[in-house]
Protein backbone atom coordinates (compact mmCIF):
# COMPACT_ATOMS: atom_id res chain seq x y z
CA UNK A 1 0.00 0.00 0.00
CA UNK A 2 1.43 3.10 -1.27
CA UNK A 3 1.75 5.98 1.81
CA UNK A 4 0.22 9.09 1.16
CA UNK A 5 2.50 12.04 2.68
CA UNK A 6 0.20 14.58 4.38
CA UNK A 7 0.77 18.06 2.49
CA UNK A 8 1.99 21.70 4.41
CA UNK A 9 0.24 24.44 2.07
CA UNK A 10 1.31 27.54 1.78
CA UNK A 11 -0.55 30.53 -0.20
CA UNK A 12 2.21 33.72 0.02
CA UNK A 13 2.78 36.89 -2.72
CA UNK A 14 5.34 35.95 -4.91
CA UNK A 15 8.16 38.40 -3.32
CA UNK A 16 7.90 35.91 -0.19
CA UNK A 17 7.56 32.64 -2.13
CA UNK A 18 11.34 31.83 -2.21
CA UNK A 19 12.17 31.91 1.01
CA UNK A 20 8.83 30.11 2.26
CA UNK A 21 10.11 26.92 -0.37
CA UNK A 22 13.45 27.72 1.33
CA UNK A 23 12.47 27.25 4.71
CA UNK A 24 9.99 24.19 4.56
CA UNK A 25 12.48 21.90 2.77
CA UNK A 26 13.39 20.45 5.38
CA UNK A 27 10.11 19.01 6.13
CA UNK A 28 9.94 17.20 2.29
CA UNK A 29 10.54 13.47 3.61
CA UNK A 30 7.72 13.37 5.61
CA UNK A 31 5.61 15.79 3.74
CA UNK A 32 4.74 17.26 0.65
CA UNK A 33 5.51 21.29 0.67
CA UNK A 34 3.48 22.51 -1.85
CA UNK A 35 3.46 26.32 -2.27
CA UNK A 36 0.88 28.81 -4.51
CA UNK A 37 1.71 32.83 -5.05
CA UNK A 38 -1.62 34.18 -5.59
CA UNK A 39 -5.51 32.97 -4.40
CA UNK A 40 -6.62 30.87 -7.12
CA UNK A 41 -3.62 29.13 -7.21
CA UNK A 42 -4.43 28.64 -3.62
CA UNK A 43 -7.96 27.29 -4.55
CA UNK A 44 -6.47 25.32 -6.92
CA UNK A 45 -4.16 23.23 -5.23
CA UNK A 46 -6.52 22.55 -2.28
CA UNK A 47 -9.24 21.90 -4.72
CA UNK A 48 -6.41 18.71 -6.26
CA UNK A 49 -5.64 17.94 -2.36
CA UNK A 50 -9.02 17.11 -1.63
CA UNK A 51 -9.95 15.24 -5.00
CA UNK A 52 -6.89 13.28 -4.48
CA UNK A 53 -7.67 12.02 -0.67
CA UNK A 54 -4.72 13.14 0.47
CA UNK A 55 -4.65 14.62 4.01
CA UNK A 56 -3.69 18.78 4.51
CA UNK A 57 -1.72 18.96 8.27
CA UNK A 58 -0.94 22.89 7.70
CA UNK A 59 -2.29 26.21 5.85
CA UNK A 60 0.01 28.74 5.45
CA UNK A 61 -1.63 32.02 4.48
CA UNK A 62 0.24 34.83 3.72
CA UNK A 63 -1.55 38.56 4.70
CA UNK A 64 -0.72 39.71 1.36
CA UNK A 65 -2.26 37.51 -1.44
CA UNK A 66 -2.90 38.15 -4.91
CA UNK A 67 -6.57 37.90 -5.83
CA UNK A 68 -7.83 39.07 -2.13
CA UNK A 69 -7.94 41.87 -0.11
CA UNK A 70 -6.23 39.81 3.07
CA UNK A 71 -5.14 36.47 3.75
CA UNK A 72 -7.92 35.83 6.09
CA UNK A 73 -10.42 35.83 4.02
CA UNK A 74 -8.64 33.24 1.81
CA UNK A 75 -8.10 31.49 5.32
CA UNK A 76 -11.70 31.45 5.93
CA UNK A 77 -12.42 30.11 2.65
CA UNK A 78 -9.81 27.36 2.26
CA UNK A 79 -9.95 26.15 5.72
CA UNK A 80 -13.68 25.31 5.06
CA UNK A 81 -12.77 22.29 2.88
CA UNK A 82 -9.61 21.07 5.09
CA UNK A 83 -10.88 21.95 8.29
CA UNK A 84 -8.58 19.50 9.95
CA UNK A 85 -5.24 21.35 9.22
CA UNK A 86 -3.62 23.75 11.34
CA UNK A 87 -4.19 27.58 10.08
CA UNK A 88 -1.05 30.02 9.77
CA UNK A 89 -1.24 33.37 8.88
CA UNK A 90 2.45 34.55 7.55
CA UNK A 91 3.17 38.12 7.42
CA UNK A 92 6.16 39.95 6.47
CA UNK A 93 8.10 42.31 8.12
CA UNK A 94 6.66 45.38 6.40
CA UNK A 95 2.83 44.24 7.13
CA UNK A 96 3.60 42.86 10.14
CA UNK A 97 2.65 46.63 12.09
CA UNK A 98 -0.50 47.07 9.66
CA UNK A 99 -1.86 43.63 9.71
CA UNK A 100 -1.35 43.10 13.92
CA UNK A 101 -5.01 44.15 15.48
CA UNK A 102 -6.68 42.20 12.53
CA UNK A 103 -4.52 38.76 13.79
CA UNK A 104 -4.82 39.54 17.06
CA UNK A 105 -8.98 39.64 16.30
CA UNK A 106 -8.98 36.59 14.03
CA UNK A 107 -6.74 34.35 16.97
CA UNK A 108 -9.73 35.05 19.49
CA UNK A 109 -12.11 34.69 17.16
CA UNK A 110 -10.41 31.21 16.29
CA UNK A 111 -10.27 32.08 12.82
CA UNK A 112 -6.58 30.79 12.88
CA UNK A 113 -4.23 29.24 15.19
CA UNK A 114 -1.44 31.83 15.35
CA UNK A 115 0.20 33.68 13.27
CA UNK A 116 4.68 33.93 12.63
CA UNK A 117 6.69 36.91 10.96
CA UNK A 118 8.33 35.22 8.14
CA UNK A 119 12.33 34.17 8.82
CA UNK A 120 14.52 37.34 8.12
CA UNK A 121 17.50 35.15 7.51
CA UNK A 122 18.56 31.35 8.01
CA UNK A 123 18.17 29.34 11.22
CA UNK A 124 14.86 31.06 12.76
CA UNK A 125 14.36 27.43 14.84
CA UNK A 126 11.77 29.71 17.36
CA UNK A 127 9.62 29.97 13.95
CA UNK A 128 9.90 26.57 13.30
CA UNK A 129 9.37 25.44 16.95
CA UNK A 130 5.89 26.88 16.28
CA UNK A 131 5.40 24.71 13.04
CA UNK A 132 6.47 21.54 14.76
CA UNK A 133 4.31 22.58 17.65
CA UNK A 134 1.69 22.39 15.33
CA UNK A 135 2.27 19.26 13.25
CA UNK A 136 2.73 17.54 16.30
CA UNK A 137 -1.16 18.49 17.83
CA UNK A 138 -2.42 17.45 14.32
CA UNK A 139 -0.28 13.92 14.42
CA UNK A 140 -2.01 13.43 16.95
CA UNK A 141 -5.36 14.44 16.53
CA UNK A 142 -6.34 14.15 13.17
CA UNK A 143 -3.97 11.65 11.75
CA UNK A 144 -3.64 8.14 11.24
CA UNK A 145 -0.39 6.86 13.05
CA UNK A 146 2.77 6.15 11.36
CA UNK A 147 3.78 3.46 14.06
CA UNK A 148 1.53 1.35 15.78
CA UNK A 149 2.24 1.00 19.87
CA UNK A 150 -1.19 -1.04 19.96
CA UNK A 151 -2.89 -2.87 17.95
CA UNK A 152 -6.66 -3.25 18.51
CA UNK A 153 -8.43 -6.63 17.28
CA UNK A 154 -12.52 -5.55 17.41
CA UNK A 155 -14.97 -8.54 16.60
CA UNK A 156 -17.68 -7.78 18.62
CA UNK A 157 -18.72 -3.91 18.34
CA UNK A 158 -17.95 -4.21 22.19
CA UNK A 159 -18.19 -0.41 23.68
CA UNK A 160 -14.45 -1.13 25.82
CA UNK A 161 -12.87 -1.03 22.63
CA UNK A 162 -13.62 2.96 23.17
CA UNK A 163 -12.50 2.74 26.40
CA UNK A 164 -9.38 1.54 25.76
CA UNK A 165 -8.70 3.78 23.15
CA UNK A 166 -9.87 6.96 24.87
CA UNK A 167 -7.02 5.77 27.34
CA UNK A 168 -4.11 4.95 24.63
CA UNK A 169 -4.75 8.76 23.08
CA UNK A 170 -4.74 10.00 26.55
CA UNK A 171 -1.36 9.02 26.97
CA UNK A 172 0.10 9.91 23.85
CA UNK A 173 0.30 5.71 22.82
CA UNK A 174 -0.05 5.29 18.92
CA UNK A 175 -2.33 2.63 18.37
CA UNK A 176 -5.10 1.17 15.48
CA UNK A 177 -7.81 -0.88 15.06
CA UNK A 178 -8.16 -3.88 13.07
CA UNK A 179 -11.07 -6.57 11.89
CA UNK A 180 -10.60 -10.07 13.11
CA UNK A 181 -10.66 -10.76 9.03
CA UNK A 182 -7.91 -8.16 8.21
CA UNK A 183 -4.44 -9.30 7.82
CA UNK A 184 -2.95 -8.13 10.73
CA UNK A 185 -6.21 -9.65 12.86
CA UNK A 186 -5.70 -12.86 11.50
CA UNK A 187 -2.06 -12.66 12.20
CA UNK A 188 -2.90 -11.40 16.09
CA UNK A 189 -5.77 -13.95 16.43
CA UNK A 190 -4.04 -16.75 15.05
CA UNK A 191 -1.12 -16.97 17.66
CA UNK A 192 -3.52 -16.41 20.72
CA UNK A 193 -2.95 -19.54 23.05
CA UNK A 194 -6.97 -20.22 22.66
CA UNK A 195 -6.87 -20.18 19.03
CA UNK A 196 -4.34 -22.37 19.00
CA UNK A 197 -6.13 -24.94 21.78
CA UNK A 198 -9.44 -24.62 19.22
CA UNK A 199 -11.24 -22.51 21.31
CA UNK A 200 -13.13 -18.89 19.61
CA UNK A 201 -10.94 -15.62 20.68
CA UNK A 202 -12.26 -13.29 23.06
CA UNK A 203 -12.74 -9.94 22.04
CA UNK A 204 -11.41 -7.26 22.20
CA UNK A 205 -7.63 -8.53 21.76
CA UNK A 206 -5.15 -6.04 22.36
CA UNK A 207 -1.42 -6.52 21.49
CA UNK A 208 1.80 -4.22 22.52
CA UNK A 209 4.78 -6.57 21.67
CA UNK A 210 6.54 -3.90 23.99
CA UNK A 211 4.83 -4.66 27.45
CA UNK A 212 3.97 -8.85 26.92
CA UNK A 213 1.75 -10.98 24.35
CA UNK A 214 -1.73 -10.06 23.49
CA UNK A 215 -4.39 -9.63 25.74
CA UNK A 216 -7.94 -11.27 25.22
CA UNK A 217 -11.05 -9.71 26.27
CA UNK A 218 -8.97 -6.80 27.49
CA UNK A 219 -10.49 -3.62 29.55
CA UNK A 220 -9.29 -0.32 29.49
CA UNK A 221 -8.20 -1.19 33.23
CA UNK A 222 -5.94 -4.29 32.35
CA UNK A 223 -4.46 -2.31 29.73
CA UNK A 224 -3.17 0.78 31.63
CA UNK A 225 -2.00 -1.88 34.21
CA UNK A 226 0.18 -4.21 31.55
CA UNK A 227 1.81 -0.94 30.33
CA UNK A 228 2.81 0.85 34.18
CA UNK A 229 2.22 -1.86 36.30
CA UNK A 230 0.78 -2.21 40.11
CA UNK A 231 1.71 -1.12 43.41
CA UNK A 232 1.42 -5.09 44.19
CA UNK A 233 4.53 -5.09 43.19
CA UNK A 234 5.62 -2.90 45.84
CA UNK A 235 7.31 -4.72 48.93
CA UNK A 236 4.12 -4.22 51.34
CA UNK A 237 6.45 -3.19 53.98
CA UNK A 238 8.16 -0.20 52.92
CA UNK A 239 6.71 3.10 53.97
CA UNK A 240 6.51 6.11 51.33
CA UNK A 241 7.11 9.55 52.16
CA UNK A 242 4.63 10.47 50.27
CA UNK A 243 1.33 8.51 48.12
CA UNK A 244 -0.53 10.64 45.72
CA UNK A 245 -3.99 9.63 44.79
CA UNK A 246 -5.03 11.41 41.20
CA UNK A 247 -2.71 12.49 38.56
CA UNK A 248 -4.81 15.53 37.41
CA UNK A 249 -2.93 18.84 37.40
CA UNK A 250 -2.98 18.75 41.12
CA UNK A 251 -1.88 14.79 41.51
CA UNK A 252 0.90 15.91 38.82
CA UNK A 253 2.19 19.14 40.48
CA UNK A 254 2.40 17.07 44.07
CA UNK A 255 4.05 14.14 42.19
CA UNK A 256 6.88 16.37 40.77
CA UNK A 257 7.41 18.88 43.54
CA UNK A 258 7.38 16.01 46.26
CA UNK A 259 9.58 13.73 44.26
CA UNK A 260 12.26 16.78 43.57
CA UNK A 261 11.93 17.88 46.61
CA UNK A 262 13.06 14.35 47.48
CA UNK A 263 10.61 12.93 48.92
CA UNK A 264 9.84 9.23 47.94
CA UNK A 265 6.29 9.69 45.77
CA UNK A 266 3.77 7.23 44.48
CA UNK A 267 0.97 8.33 42.30
CA UNK A 268 -1.91 6.10 41.53
CA UNK A 269 -4.43 7.25 38.84
CA UNK A 270 -7.76 4.73 38.11
CA UNK A 271 -7.96 5.76 34.64
CA UNK A 272 -5.18 7.44 32.10
CA UNK A 273 -2.80 10.50 33.65
CA UNK A 274 -3.93 13.91 33.08
CA UNK A 275 -7.47 13.28 34.74
CA UNK A 276 -10.15 15.36 33.25
CA UNK A 277 -7.90 18.22 32.11
CA UNK A 278 -5.94 15.45 30.25
CA UNK A 279 -9.13 15.00 27.64
CA UNK A 280 -9.09 18.88 26.48
CA UNK A 281 -8.40 18.99 22.92
CA UNK A 282 -6.80 22.83 23.38
CA UNK A 283 -5.97 24.80 26.87
CA UNK A 284 -5.60 28.04 25.24
CA UNK A 285 -5.28 29.94 28.77
CA UNK A 286 -3.07 27.99 30.73
CA UNK A 287 -0.08 30.20 31.70
CA UNK A 288 3.09 30.01 29.01
CA UNK A 289 1.97 28.40 26.77
CA UNK A 290 1.15 31.21 24.41
CA UNK A 291 -0.29 28.85 21.37
CA UNK A 292 -2.37 26.39 23.50
CA UNK A 293 -1.16 22.76 24.60
CA UNK A 294 -4.02 19.57 24.58
CA UNK A 295 -4.53 18.13 27.94
CA UNK A 296 -2.86 15.41 26.43
CA UNK A 297 0.66 17.18 25.98
CA UNK A 298 0.31 19.08 29.20
CA UNK A 299 0.14 15.78 31.55
CA UNK A 300 2.40 14.05 29.56
CA UNK A 301 5.07 16.35 29.90
CA UNK A 302 4.23 16.61 33.72
CA UNK A 303 4.37 12.70 33.64
CA UNK A 304 7.64 12.95 32.29
CA UNK A 305 8.96 15.54 34.88
CA UNK A 306 7.37 13.60 37.66
CA UNK A 307 9.18 10.30 36.58
CA UNK A 308 12.28 12.21 35.86
CA UNK A 309 12.44 13.39 39.05
CA UNK A 310 12.06 9.77 40.55
CA UNK A 311 8.36 9.08 41.03
CA UNK A 312 6.45 5.98 40.62
CA UNK A 313 3.45 6.58 38.60
CA UNK A 314 0.66 3.61 37.96
CA UNK A 315 -2.33 3.55 35.85
CA UNK A 316 -5.52 1.26 35.84
CA UNK A 317 -5.10 1.18 39.98
CA UNK A 318 -7.92 3.55 41.78
CA UNK A 319 -8.06 3.81 45.31
CA UNK A 320 -10.63 1.71 47.89
CA UNK A 321 -10.53 3.10 50.78
CA UNK A 322 -7.88 4.85 53.24
CA UNK A 323 -7.29 4.16 56.78
CA UNK A 324 -5.98 6.90 58.47
CA UNK A 325 -2.68 6.03 60.85
CA UNK A 326 -3.53 5.25 64.25
CA UNK A 327 -1.64 7.53 66.19
CA UNK A 328 -0.27 11.11 65.30
CA UNK A 329 2.99 10.32 63.39
CA UNK A 330 2.40 6.83 61.92
CA UNK A 331 1.85 6.02 58.67
CA UNK A 332 -1.57 5.98 56.86
CA UNK A 333 -2.90 2.71 54.78
CA UNK A 334 -4.26 3.66 51.19
CA UNK A 335 -5.68 0.11 49.95
CA UNK A 336 -6.05 0.06 46.23
CA UNK A 337 -7.40 -2.16 43.98
CA UNK A 338 -3.96 -3.52 42.74
CA UNK A 339 -2.62 -3.93 47.12
CA UNK A 340 -2.02 -1.73 49.75
CA UNK A 341 0.25 1.46 50.70
CA UNK A 342 1.78 2.90 53.25
CA UNK A 343 2.81 6.43 53.43
CA UNK A 344 3.74 8.97 56.20
CA UNK A 345 1.66 11.90 54.19
CA UNK A 346 -1.25 11.72 51.60
CA UNK A 347 -2.51 14.08 48.67
CA UNK A 348 -6.05 13.38 47.50
CA UNK A 349 -6.37 15.00 44.46
CA UNK A 350 -8.91 12.75 42.92
CA UNK A 351 -10.72 15.63 41.11
CA UNK A 352 -14.17 15.17 39.56
CA UNK A 353 -15.96 13.14 37.36
CA UNK A 354 -19.29 14.04 34.77
CA UNK A 355 -22.44 14.10 35.87
CA UNK A 356 -24.47 10.85 34.63
CA UNK A 357 -27.24 11.48 32.23
CA UNK A 358 -29.56 8.81 33.44
CA UNK A 359 -30.73 7.79 30.52
CA UNK A 360 -31.34 4.30 30.29
CA UNK A 361 -31.38 3.47 26.70
CA UNK A 362 -28.30 6.32 26.49
CA UNK A 363 -26.56 4.88 29.14
CA UNK A 364 -26.36 2.04 26.89
CA UNK A 365 -24.75 3.06 24.10
CA UNK A 366 -21.79 4.73 25.39
CA UNK A 367 -18.95 4.11 23.76
CA UNK A 368 -21.30 3.43 21.20
CA UNK A 369 -21.69 6.92 19.38
CA UNK A 370 -22.41 8.07 23.07
CA UNK A 371 -19.21 9.34 25.38
CA UNK A 372 -18.34 11.39 28.60
CA UNK A 373 -16.03 13.97 28.55
CA UNK A 374 -14.45 15.21 24.98
CA UNK A 375 -13.77 11.83 24.08
CA UNK A 376 -10.76 13.21 21.62
CA UNK A 377 -10.16 9.16 19.76
CA UNK A 378 -14.00 9.35 18.86
CA UNK A 379 -13.47 12.78 17.30
CA UNK A 380 -11.86 11.70 13.79
CA UNK A 381 -14.84 9.05 13.42
CA UNK A 382 -17.54 12.41 13.59
CA UNK A 383 -15.97 13.44 9.85
CA UNK A 384 -19.07 14.56 8.10
CA UNK A 385 -21.32 13.99 10.99
CA UNK A 386 -23.76 14.92 13.07
CA UNK A 387 -22.60 15.46 16.82
CA UNK A 388 -24.33 16.89 20.07
CA UNK A 389 -22.02 18.38 23.16
CA UNK A 390 -24.21 18.95 26.24
CA UNK A 391 -22.37 20.91 29.08
CA UNK A 392 -22.20 24.79 29.60
CA UNK A 393 -18.32 24.97 30.62
CA UNK A 394 -15.09 25.27 29.46
CA UNK A 395 -14.51 21.09 28.99
CA UNK A 396 -17.65 21.56 26.87
CA UNK A 397 -16.69 24.38 24.91
CA UNK A 398 -13.37 22.94 23.80
CA UNK A 399 -14.73 19.97 22.70
CA UNK A 400 -17.11 21.72 20.40
CA UNK A 401 -14.77 23.84 18.57
CA UNK A 402 -12.48 20.74 18.68
CA UNK A 403 -15.21 18.30 17.24
CA UNK A 404 -15.94 21.14 14.40
CA UNK A 405 -12.76 20.25 12.69
CA UNK A 406 -14.29 16.89 12.00
CA UNK A 407 -18.12 17.02 12.06
CA UNK A 408 -20.40 18.23 9.86
CA UNK A 409 -22.40 20.17 12.41
CA UNK A 410 -21.70 20.46 16.13
CA UNK A 411 -24.83 21.75 18.78
CA UNK A 412 -23.61 22.81 22.00
CA UNK A 413 -26.82 21.89 23.92
CA UNK A 414 -27.09 24.12 27.02
CA UNK A 415 -29.39 24.81 29.97
CA UNK A 416 -28.88 28.26 31.11
CA UNK A 417 -30.27 30.81 28.19
CA UNK A 418 -26.27 32.18 27.69
CA UNK A 419 -22.84 31.05 27.72
CA UNK A 420 -21.62 33.73 29.78
CA UNK A 421 -21.31 32.63 33.26
CA UNK A 422 -20.22 29.58 33.13
CA UNK A 423 -17.51 29.65 30.27
CA UNK A 424 -14.48 31.56 29.43
CA UNK A 425 -14.73 34.66 27.22
CA UNK A 426 -12.14 33.37 24.56
CA UNK A 427 -14.15 30.22 23.88
CA UNK A 428 -17.97 31.82 23.65
CA UNK A 429 -16.10 34.12 20.87
CA UNK A 430 -14.78 31.48 19.17
CA UNK A 431 -17.67 29.46 19.33
CA UNK A 432 -19.52 32.65 17.62
CA UNK A 433 -17.11 32.70 15.09
CA UNK A 434 -16.72 29.17 13.83
CA UNK A 435 -19.88 28.62 11.52
CA UNK A 436 -20.24 24.77 11.84
CA UNK A 437 -21.35 25.11 15.85
CA UNK A 438 -24.55 25.94 16.85
CA UNK A 439 -25.58 26.91 20.35
CA UNK A 440 -28.75 25.76 22.03
CA UNK A 441 -29.89 27.37 24.92
CA UNK A 442 -32.27 26.51 27.73
CA UNK A 443 -32.39 22.96 25.86
CA UNK A 444 -31.37 19.26 27.62
CA UNK A 445 -31.58 15.73 26.46
CA UNK A 446 -34.83 14.27 26.96
CA UNK A 447 -34.36 10.70 25.44
CA UNK A 448 -32.31 8.88 22.59
CA UNK A 449 -31.64 5.74 20.87
CA UNK A 450 -30.37 3.17 17.95
CA UNK A 451 -29.66 0.29 17.28
CA UNK A 452 -26.12 -0.92 18.17
CA UNK A 453 -24.76 3.05 17.79
CA UNK A 454 -26.56 6.12 18.58
CA UNK A 455 -28.78 6.82 15.97
CA UNK A 456 -31.88 9.83 17.45
CA UNK A 457 -32.08 12.01 20.08
CA UNK A 458 -35.22 13.93 21.80
CA UNK A 459 -34.04 17.38 22.53
CA UNK A 460 -36.27 19.20 24.74
CA UNK A 461 -36.03 22.96 25.03
CA UNK A 462 -38.87 26.70 25.13
CA UNK A 463 -40.21 25.24 22.03
CA UNK A 464 -40.96 21.21 23.62
CA UNK A 465 -39.60 18.22 22.52
CA UNK A 466 -37.95 17.47 19.20
CA UNK A 467 -36.35 14.52 17.95
CA UNK A 468 -33.18 14.48 15.73
CA UNK A 469 -30.78 12.71 13.64
CA UNK A 470 -27.32 12.21 15.81
CA UNK A 471 -24.37 10.50 15.31
CA UNK A 472 -22.46 11.50 18.14
CA UNK A 473 -23.44 12.47 22.18
CA UNK A 474 -20.47 14.01 24.18
CA UNK A 475 -21.51 14.61 27.62
CA UNK A 476 -19.44 17.06 29.64
CA UNK A 477 -22.28 17.25 32.63
CA UNK A 478 -21.33 19.70 35.40
CA UNK A 479 -18.91 17.68 38.30
CA UNK A 480 -19.27 15.68 40.85
CA UNK A 481 -16.34 14.78 43.23
CA UNK A 482 -14.35 11.45 43.31
CA UNK A 483 -14.50 10.77 46.87
CA UNK A 484 -17.38 8.04 47.91
CA UNK A 485 -14.46 6.38 49.17
CA UNK A 486 -12.66 8.44 51.37
CA UNK A 487 -13.36 7.96 55.04
CA UNK A 488 -15.86 9.54 57.44
CA UNK A 489 -12.89 10.98 59.57
CA UNK A 490 -12.23 13.39 56.41
CA UNK A 491 -14.81 15.95 56.54
CA UNK A 492 -16.87 16.53 53.29
CA UNK A 493 -19.66 19.17 52.29
CA UNK A 494 -23.04 17.90 51.39
CA UNK A 495 -22.13 17.48 47.77
CA UNK A 496 -18.91 15.55 48.95
CA UNK A 497 -16.29 18.02 47.75
CA UNK A 498 -13.19 17.63 51.00
CA UNK A 499 -13.32 20.54 53.09
CA UNK A 500 -9.76 21.97 54.01
CA UNK A 501 -8.31 24.74 56.16
CA UNK A 502 -10.48 27.36 57.29
CA UNK A 503 -13.26 25.79 55.11
CA UNK A 504 -13.49 22.77 57.98
CA UNK A 505 -16.24 23.25 60.05
CA UNK A 506 -15.12 25.01 63.51
CA UNK A 507 -16.25 21.85 65.45
CA UNK A 508 -13.85 20.08 64.06
CA UNK A 509 -10.82 22.06 64.38
CA UNK A 510 -7.97 20.96 66.78
CA UNK A 511 -7.60 23.37 70.19
CA UNK A 512 -9.25 25.88 68.41
CA UNK A 513 -7.08 25.81 65.76
CA UNK A 514 -8.18 25.08 61.86
CA UNK A 515 -6.04 22.35 59.50
CA UNK A 516 -3.43 24.04 57.35
CA UNK A 517 -4.87 25.31 54.34
CA UNK A 518 -4.67 22.45 52.33
CA UNK A 519 -4.81 20.16 55.13
CA UNK A 520 -8.40 17.59 55.76
CA UNK A 521 -9.73 16.85 58.77
CA UNK A 522 -7.05 13.94 59.23
CA UNK A 523 -3.91 15.07 59.74
CA UNK A 524 -1.10 14.03 57.06
CA UNK A 525 -3.94 13.67 54.36
CA UNK A 526 -4.19 17.10 52.29
CA UNK A 527 -6.37 17.49 49.46
CA UNK A 528 -6.15 19.72 46.08
CA UNK A 529 -7.70 20.57 42.83
CA UNK A 530 -11.32 19.93 42.37
CA UNK A 531 -11.83 17.62 44.92
CA UNK A 532 -11.33 20.42 47.36
CA UNK A 533 -15.10 22.55 48.38
CA UNK A 534 -13.96 26.05 47.25
CA UNK A 535 -11.27 25.48 44.75
CA UNK A 536 -11.57 27.39 41.47
CA UNK A 537 -12.08 24.31 39.10
CA UNK A 538 -9.37 25.62 37.07
CA UNK A 539 -5.81 23.69 35.39
CA UNK A 540 -3.83 26.50 36.69
CA UNK A 541 -5.19 27.05 40.25
CA UNK A 542 -5.30 23.01 40.53
CA UNK A 543 -1.27 23.06 39.57
CA UNK A 544 -0.88 25.79 42.18
CA UNK A 545 -3.09 24.01 45.13
CA UNK A 546 -0.79 20.36 44.17
CA UNK A 547 2.44 22.33 43.89
CA UNK A 548 1.12 24.15 47.43
CA UNK A 549 0.66 20.57 49.40
CA UNK A 550 4.24 20.06 49.08
CA UNK A 551 5.65 22.50 51.69
CA UNK A 552 2.56 21.53 54.14
CA UNK A 553 3.94 17.90 53.63
CA UNK A 554 7.20 18.66 54.65
CA UNK A 555 6.05 20.84 57.86
CA UNK A 556 3.85 17.87 58.65
CA UNK A 557 6.90 15.33 58.32
CA UNK A 558 9.64 17.08 60.15
CA UNK A 559 7.35 19.42 62.62
CA UNK A 560 8.91 22.56 64.38
CA UNK A 561 11.07 21.19 67.57
CA UNK A 562 10.77 23.45 70.61
Known amino acids: ?72 ELMDELHNQVATARRICLTGRHDFGLSLTALRGALGQGRIDTYLLIPQGP ?24 VEGVQIVDGSGSSEVARIRDFLDRMGIPHRVYTPDSDVGRQIIGQLPSVLGGAAPAFPVVSAGIVGGPMEGATAREVARRFYGSPASLDSDEVADLVVI ?24 SEAVGGQAGTSSMIRNYLGFPRGISGMRLAQRARFQATRFGAAIYTGVGAEAIDPGAAPGEPHTVRTEGGRLRARAVVVATGVAYRRLGIEALEALVGLGVFYGAATSASREMQGRDVFVVGGGNSAGQAAVHLARYARSVTLLVRRPDLSATMSDYLVRQIAATDRIAVRTATRVTDGGGAGHLDWLELTGPDGAQRVAADGLFLLLGADPCGDWLPDDIARDDRG ?41 RVASASGEGAATVALVHAYLTPTRT
Open 246 to 269: GSGPAGLAAAVYGASEGLSTIVIE
Open 497 to 537: FVFTGREVPKERWTDGRPPASLETTVPGIFAAGDIRAGSMK
Open 1 to 72: MTRVRPALVFVVGPEHLPTIESEFSRYARDYEVLCADSADAGRALVARLTSAQVPVALLGIGWQVPGVEHGL
Open 123 to 146: RDEEFHTAIVEYLSDWGWAASTPE
